[in-house]
């Protein structure tokens, strides 16, 4: 059951590099993760569903959040040196988001900067990983995409229990059964007075009956 539900895992690599592209690709396949591709920032945003304000280049399509098919990507993991856009505007822009922020970003680089390294971890980046990637490096991938599915299914819980508060029907539903008692009880005691009335009526009836039958 958990390799089944860890197949399910969806990650979005990005990297200029061809080469490049096609071994994480091949290392993420073969970790049972579903994979797909781009080559750049901007189509990463663009399949993720955000708008890129800062492309200049108006054949380059765009969408708007939530305008297209919902796209579900447990991970990011993405190269720092690209042309236009690199690896940490692309992660800047994902943990600005509001709907896509908790999506774990990963970077990937062929160049060992310690300033660079910090700069990424500190804007919320998971790992930073330095080319070649290895099968080892990816092991630590598995961790971060439980735990933000973890706080998915928290958060799609929270959503349920507001659309059905239970609590508050108990209380209501003790006031409407109080409620009832109380009209039937009314009605229990007008009836009894009535039907006292209409028996005090028929007793004086007979008796002025009685007694004309008598005077005859």
């Not at 399949?47 to 939530?66: A, W």
């Not at 505007?89 to 910090?118: A, F, G, Q, T, Y």
């Amino acid at each position: 059951m958990g390799m089944a539900c860890e197949s399910q895992f969806h990650v979005l690599a990005v990297d200029d590099s061809l080469i490049d592209r096609k071994l994480i690709e091949r290392l993420l396949k073969t970790s049972s993760y579903q994979v797909t591709t781009v080559d750049s920032g901007s189509k990463a945003l663009e399949f993720l569903g955000l708008r890129d304000n800062d492309q200049t280049d108006p054949n380059t399509p765009s969408v708007s959040p939530h305008s297209n098919q919902e796209v579900d990507v447990n991970l990011v993991i993405t190269d720092y040196c690209m042309p236009g856009m690199t690896g940490y505007d692309l992660l800047k822009k994902i943990k600005e988001s509001s709907s896509l922020r908790n999506i774990p970003v990963v970077i990937m680089s062929s160049e060992n900067v310690p300033s660079r390294i910090s700069k990424c971890l500190e804007e919320g980046a998971e790992e930073f990983f330095l080319k070649p990637v290895k099968p080892d490096d990816l092991n630590k991938l598995r961790p971060h995409m439980m735990k933000t599915q973890k706080l998915r299914d928290q958060a799609q819980k929270r959503d349920e229990k507001i659309e059905t508060p239970e609590i508050q029907l108990a209380p209501q539903s003790l006031v409407e059964q109080q409620h009832q008692q109380s009209v039937q009880i009314v009605n229990t005691n007008k009836r009894k007075t009535v039907e006292e009335g209409l028996s005090l009526e028929t007793d004086r009836t007979r008796t002025r009956y009685n007694g004309i039958a008598t005077m005859v």
